[in-house]
């Protein structure tokens, strides 16, 4: 399989990248995300053959078709170690939440950080650490590695960093705003000790953070001298990673409802709480592969330039604001413009057929390129641009949205507490409330996409709000964390917490502290590289 960029306009010759290139570069140097030159055929009988596959057989069944350029034995060694680091056996177990809705939780969260990222992060730090040793088995002049450098508001640092500890030839800088992540984000991430694992506590806001990372990507001299790489959430790898749990977890409740998919069709619909589009772009793929999906329902927070999006078909920015749900707040949703692209090259394709036959997909792709150029130009001049509506129309056969406000979320968490038994994160309550407000005649599975022991301070106030209350801003609260904690290590916990958490304020950490000038930080970054 062969990718191409979003943005690559050229009809005849359209640069094509192998997997290896797509994804050591992330973003294509004219700006567009890679997307695979076409979608691979499932073998026929794929409902009946891998319905009883585990987690990482199916891995071997999917990848392979996305990656011809890594031997199929390597590629079980990635799998198999990637996957090893998850707590459960079914890596990503689906559980029903409400009978009586046919709702179920698919829960992505028993990897390392807690958080549905490791799926995809587990599986990338294996590759790049792989494709590294790869071609320095094959040059003895120069030693390839590579500086991965990214900013969090908190919860997407830890994902990386375990992902990337102790991984030959990578180091990884982390930034952070010093004293704005909650606690136990950043023991999270400060009690990684290994030694190619570096955070930065930076004297400053989020924004400060990302602001230098992208000032020091722009550093053309500085990029090339420490080969700066990055692992965001465009990187294709991480989209792939992500087809596999949507097959998993079909099959899982074809079990659960004692169906067999290839004889009786089972439709499912998804609901997935949604920032940068990169887990329910995963959900597109594996519909368009073929597995029986119904609607993916976009679950958005009150940064919700999505649901305005399928509300009007107008694509515009506006501020972030901060929730409940720090994952999700995003201005814009990165990924989507994968999605953009497939929305153009069908309706392009379906209303160029039939006048030529050859080259037809071509010239809808390049359509389909030329369109995303000219959106992406007005999103950055003009702050949006909007879709016609027999567009908006073909995205809406796939797609649903629904805003959760923040008192949305608590009350969400507060309800399935008391009448399920069920502690859900505040992202996870934000694709149950969807799910809840759209109904459904298929089963939903809603991803649940972190423990609600990474949220300590949301959960409990959600759990001891009275009524009346509604959410502000309530989660970094250090002295709640402290004390939930604390009942935790006493053996009463207020709700499930991880046991891994337990104790963690106390270990051992190391974080570099600096001002938000993007010159300080390179100067640390080159100090502590130089010192090693
Ligand atoms: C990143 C994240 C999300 C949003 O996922 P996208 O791929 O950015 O849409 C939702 N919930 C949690 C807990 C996350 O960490």
């Given at each position: 399989m062969l990718y191409r960029s979003t943005r690559d306009t050229s009809s005849l010759t359209p640069s094509l990248l192998s997997f290896e290139e797509a994804v050591?570069?992330?973003?294509?140097?004219?700006?567009?995300?890679?997307?695979?030159?076409?979608?691979?055929?499932?073998?026929?009988?794929?409902?009946?053959?891998?319905?009883?596959?585990?987690?990482?057989?199916?891995?071997?069944?999917?990848?392979?078709?996305?990656?011809?350029?890594?031997?199929?034995?390597?590629?079980?060694?990635?799998?198999?170690?990637?996957?090893?680091?998850?707590?459960h056996a079914d890596v990503t177990p689906v559980i029903p939440l409400d009978l009586d809705k046919r709702l179920y939780l698919l829960e992505l969260f028993h990897g390392p950080t807690f958080a549905f990222k490791d799926v995809a992060l587990q599986f990338l730090g294996n590759l790049f650490?792989?494709?590294l040793e790869k071609k320095n088995s094959v040059s003895q002049d120069q030693q390839h590695r590579i500086t991965v450098i990214g900013a969090t508001s908190g919860d997407t640092g830890g994902a990386a960093i375990y992902g990337l500890r102790n991984k030959r030839n990578i180091n990884v800088?982390?930034?952070?705003?010093?004293?704005?992540?909650?606690l136990i984000q950043e023991a999270q991430m400060t009690t990684v000790v290994d030694e190619n694992v570096h955070n930065i506590a930076v004297r400053g806001t989020f924004d400060d953070c990302q602001d230098s990372v992208k000032a020091l990507f722009r550093d053309e001299p500085f990029r090339q001298a420490y080969q700066?790489?990055?692992?965001?959430?465009?990187?294709?790898?991480?989209?792939?990673?992500?087809i596999t749990y949507y097959f998993h977890s079909y099959f899982s409740l074809c079990r659960q409802h004692q169906v067999d998919p290839s004889l009786t069709r089972l439709v499912v619909d998804y609901a997935v709480p949604t920032g940068n589009f990169g887990d329910i772009l995963a959900g597109f793929y594996a519909k368009r592969l073929g597995l029986p999906i119904g609607r993916l329902i976009i679950a958005t927070n009150e940064n919700d330039i999505l649901h305005r999006f399928f509300?009007?078909?107008?694509?515009?920015?506006?501020?972030?604001k901060m929730t409940l749900s720090p994952a999700m707040d995003i201005q814009v949703s990165s990924n989507f413009e994968r999605f953009l692209w497939y929305l153009v090259f069908d309706h392009s394709s379906s209303s160029?057929?039939?006048?030529?036959?050859?080259?037809?997909?071509?010239?809808?792709?390049?359509?389909?390129?030329?369109?995303?150029?000219?959106?992406?130009?007005?999103?950055?001049?003009?702050?949006?641009?909007?879709?016609?509506?027999?567009?908006?129309?073909?995205?809406?056969?796939?797609?649903?949205?629904?805003?959760?406000?923040?008192?949305?979320?608590?009350?969400?968490?507060r309800k399935f507490h008391i009448e399920r038994k069920e502690t859900l994160d505040p992202h996870t309550a934000i694709g149950v409330k969807a799910a809840e407000t759209l109904a459904s005649s298929n089963p939903v599975v809603c991803l649940a996409t972190a423990h609600p022991g990474k949220f300590l301070a949301a959960v409990y106030h959600a759990l001891n709000m009275s009524q009346d209350e509604s959410g502000e801003r309530v989660e970094l609260n250090p002295a709640l964390e402290r004390s939930i904690l604390q009942e935790a290590a006493?053996?009463?916990?207020?709700?499930?917490?991880?046991?891994?958490?337990?104790?963690?304020?106390?270990?051992e950490r190391r974080c570099l502290t600096c001002g938000p000038d993007p010159a300080d930080i390179k100067q640390l970054i080159m100090e502590t590289l130089n010192k090693k």
């Amino acid at each position: 399989m062969l990718y191409r960029s979003t943005r690559d306009t050229s009809s005849l010759t359209p640069s094509l990248l192998s997997f290896e290139e797509a994804v050591l570069a992330g973003l294509a140097p004219d700006g567009g995300l890679y997307i695979p030159q076409s979608i691979p055929k499932l073998p026929e009988t794929f409902l009946k053959d891998w319905q009883s596959l585990k987690f990482g057989d199916l891995c071997m069944r999917l990848f392979p078709l996305f990656i011809d350029d890594i031997p199929l034995a390597d590629l079980q060694l990635l799998i198999d170690k990637s996957y090893s680091t998850f707590e459960h056996a079914d890596v990503t177990p689906v559980i029903p939440l409400d009978l009586d809705k046919r709702l179920y939780l698919l829960e992505l969260f028993h990897g390392p950080t807690f958080a549905f990222k490791d799926v995809a992060l587990q599986f990338l730090g294996n590759l790049f650490e792989y494709f590294l040793e790869k071609k320095n088995s094959v040059s003895q002049d120069q030693q390839h590695r590579i500086t991965v450098i990214g900013a969090t508001s908190g919860d997407t640092g830890g994902a990386a960093i375990y992902g990337l500890r102790n991984k030959r030839n990578i180091n990884v800088f982390i930034l952070h705003p010093q004293g704005r992540v909650s606690l136990i984000q950043e023991a999270q991430m400060t009690t990684v000790v290994d030694e190619n694992v570096h955070n930065i506590a930076v004297r400053g806001t989020f924004d400060d953070c990302q602001d230098s990372v992208k000032a020091l990507f722009r550093d053309e001299p500085f990029r090339q001298a420490y080969q700066l790489g990055a692992i965001n959430s465009i990187n294709w790898a991480r989209i792939l990673a992500q087809i596999t749990y949507y097959f998993h977890s079909y099959f899982s409740l074809c079990r659960q409802h004692q169906v067999d998919p290839s004889l009786t069709r089972l439709v499912v619909d998804y609901a997935v709480p949604t920032g940068n589009f990169g887990d329910i772009l995963a959900g597109f793929y594996a519909k368009r592969l073929g597995l029986p999906i119904g609607r993916l329902i976009i679950a958005t927070n009150e940064n919700d330039i999505l649901h305005r999006f399928f509300e009007t078909g107008h694509y515009e920015r506006q501020g972030v604001k901060m929730t409940l749900s720090p994952a999700m707040d995003i201005q814009v949703s990165s990924n989507f413009e994968r999605f953009l692209w497939y929305l153009v090259f069908d309706h392009s394709s379906s209303s160029v057929m039939g006048k030529e036959l050859s080259g037809n997909s071509e010239k809808a792709a390049q359509a389909a390129s030329e369109q995303i150029v000219s959106w992406m130009h007005d999103l950055s001049s003009q702050g949006g641009f909007k879709v016609d509506s027999h567009l908006l129309k073909q995205a809406k056969d796939t797609f649903r949205s629904v805003r959760v406000s923040n008192s949305q979320i608590l009350e969400t968490i507060r309800k399935f507490h008391i009448e399920r038994k069920e502690t859900l994160d505040p992202h996870t309550a934000i694709g149950v409330k969807a799910a809840e407000t759209l109904a459904s005649s298929n089963p939903v599975v809603c991803l649940a996409t972190a423990h609600p022991g990474k949220f300590l301070a949301a959960v409990y106030h959600a759990l001891n709000m009275s009524q009346d209350e509604s959410g502000e801003r309530v989660e970094l609260n250090p002295a709640l964390e402290r004390s939930i904690l604390q009942e935790a290590a006493e053996g009463r916990p207020p709700f499930p917490i991880p046991k891994p958490f337990i104790g963690i304020l106390d270990r051992e950490r190391r974080c570099l502290t600096c001002g938000p000038d993007p010159a300080d930080i390179k100067q640390l970054i080159m100090e502590t590289l130089n010192k090693k």
